[in-house]
């Protein structure tokens, strides 16, 4: 089939070169010049293992291409699928002025009959407005179906799971659209479910909070567990071996960060209020989720009554491991918070250095090693689990730090070696 992806951000990126690699002819369409001029120089606007290498093979045999032209990719596809970014507005509802641009110009460009496939998280109901908007800039009638297929990918495993997916979910309009998205979707061998525009829409919202709920969850599982003297690692273990419940989405820490999470649990409170629900739950989720960065700041304080010119390495700035990404990153409320108590940070990422000099801007010193950042410092605040990260020398590092003291905000590190070292160590809720 003949597809453009509008949008290469990490959605529209993977989505399109996966496409491609099941042996679709792809254009990626982007109207930043810059990413295009990147990409068509193969190098990769983001960091995603294994990306670059399907990108190059892809191209190499002429199955993807990437333009700003979008006149020219409207016209030659049959499925074209919108992919940009519908960040938060300050009040948490989603921004949909990307969506309606691209919907603007597909209207405008179209010549024949056009699947458009919404891609992009969008509040429910927005397969009806990208609808009218088309019309709105067509020149003159021409037929078309609008399908919502949600993308459920893991940023640092993106491609594994686009092309594994656990299911597709396919919300159609029409018959002729939802047998054009089932066959396109066939060779990934997953169960497809079939729903209503509106239902599709709700499915990856309603996913996505569901995950955070489970977070914030465990979260406040281990806040108690601290307080009863409980280990939240074995109480999550015991509650996982439940089939009902799962041992995923239940690792106690700093709470969640990334593009998805923070942004659809906040825009799905706002979709319910515009109906006038309270989603009281989801609420909770988001504000436990709030204050959950900050436990690693709180244990901190338990050692030391007061912070002022201390010295700590805070390992670890992208979101989760595996990415160069920052969004609604811990890291940042973290670091802000010891800038505003006087502390001297020293940080490091193993991938996501160069994004966080452009994010964080507070004064802090950025070391290129691990064992560069914990040089003479009176703490580490393990922020992000990169590999790594969890198997440094400890044993080194005990002896470049200033104080032997261990903040753990994921739980992954070895308490009983770095304690046989002599570091006071302190995860959450263990
Ligand atoms: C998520 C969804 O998993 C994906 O299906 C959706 O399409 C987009 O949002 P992503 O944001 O890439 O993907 O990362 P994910 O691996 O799901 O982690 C989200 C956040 O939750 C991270 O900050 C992670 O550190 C945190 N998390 C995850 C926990 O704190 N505990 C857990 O047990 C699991």
């Known amino acids: 089939m003949k597809l453009?992806?509008?949008?290469?951000?990490?959605?529209?990126l993977v989505s399109g070169v996966c496409f491609a690699e099941l042996g679709n002819q792809v254009i990626c369409v982007d109207k930043d010049s810059e990413k295009i001029k990147m990409l068509n120089n193969l190098e990769m606007p983001i960091y995603e293992p294994g990306l670059k290498e399907?990108?190059?093979?892809?191209?190499?045999?002429?199955?993807?291409?990437?333009?700003?032209d979008i006149k020219e990719a409207v016209a030659s596809s049959d499925v074209i699928f919108i992919a940009v970014g519908t960040p938060p507005l300050p009040n948490g509802q989603a921004d949909l002025r990307f969506i309606e641009a691209v919907a603007a110009s597909i209207g405008k460009y179209m010549n024949d009959y056009k699947l458009i496939v919404n891609k992009s998280t969008v509040p429910v109901g927005t397969g009806d407005f990208v609808r009218e908007i088309v019309m709105k800039h067509q020149a003159e009638p021409v037929d078309f179906d609008i399908?919502?297929?949600?993308?459920?990918?893991?940023?640092?495993?993106?491609?594994?799971?686009?092309?594994?997916?656990?299911?597709?979910?396919?919300g159609a309009s029409s018959n002729k659209a939802a047998e054009i998205m089932k066959k396109l979707h066939e060779p990934f061998n997953a169960p497809v479910l079939i729903t209503d525009v509106k239902s599709a829409e709700m499915i990856k919202y309603a996913s996505n909070a569901f995950l955070a709920t489970k977070i914030s969850f465990i979260n406040e599982i281990a806040n108690i567990c601290e307080k009863v003297g409980a280990n939240v690692k074995e109480v999550a273990k015991g509650m996982g071996y439940d089939k009902r419940i799962g041992d995923k989405f239940l690792n106690a820490g700093i709470g969640y960060g990334g593009s998805c999470f923070p942004k659809d649990t906040t825009a799905l409170v706002e979709i319910a209020a515009s109906v006038d629900y309270d989603f009281k739950i989801l609420k909770s989720v988001v504000d436990v989720n709030k204050k959950q960065r900050f436990k690693v700041i709180d244990s901190l304080k338990q050692i030391y009554d007061n912070l002022d010119g201390k010295k700590v390495a805070v390992?670890?700035?992208?979101?989760?491991?595996?990415?160069d990404d920052l969004r609604e990153a811990p890291s940042i409320n973290i670091i802000e918070e010891?800038?505003?108590?006087?502390?001297?940070?020293?940080?490091?990422?193993?991938?996501?250095?160069?994004?966080?000099?452009?994010i964080i801007r507070n004064t802090i010193t950025y070391s290129s090693s691990v064992?560069?950042?914990?040089?003479?410092?009176?703490?580490?605040?393990?922020?992000?689990?990169?590999?790594?990260?969890i198997e440094a020398d400890w044993f080194t590092i005990?002896?470049?730090v200033n104080k032997k003291i261990i903040i753990d905000g994921r739980n992954v590190i070895d308490s009983d070696l770095v304690e046989s070292l002599g570091f006071i160590y302190k995860g959450i809720g263990v």
């Open 147 to 170: 399908v919502s297929v949600p993308e459920f990918l893991r940023e640092g495993n993106a491609i594994q799971d686009s092309m594994n997916p656990d299911r597709v979910i396919i």
């Open 398 to 400: 005990g002896n470049l």
């Open 315 to 323: 390992l670890g700035l992208a979101f989760k491991p595996n990415t």
């Open 371 to 389: 064992l560069e950042a914990v040089e003479g410092v009176d703490a580490i605040i393990l922020v992000t689990e990169w590999h790594e990260l």
């Open 4 to 12: 453009s992806v509008i949008g290469t951000g990490y959605v529209g």
């Open 338 to 358: 010891l800038i505003a108590k006087n502390v001297h940070v020293k940080a490091y990422d193993p991938i996501a250095m160069n994004n966080a000099t452009k």
């Open 54 to 68: 399907l990108v190059q093979n892809n191209v190499q045999e002429s199955r993807i291409s990437f333009t700003s």
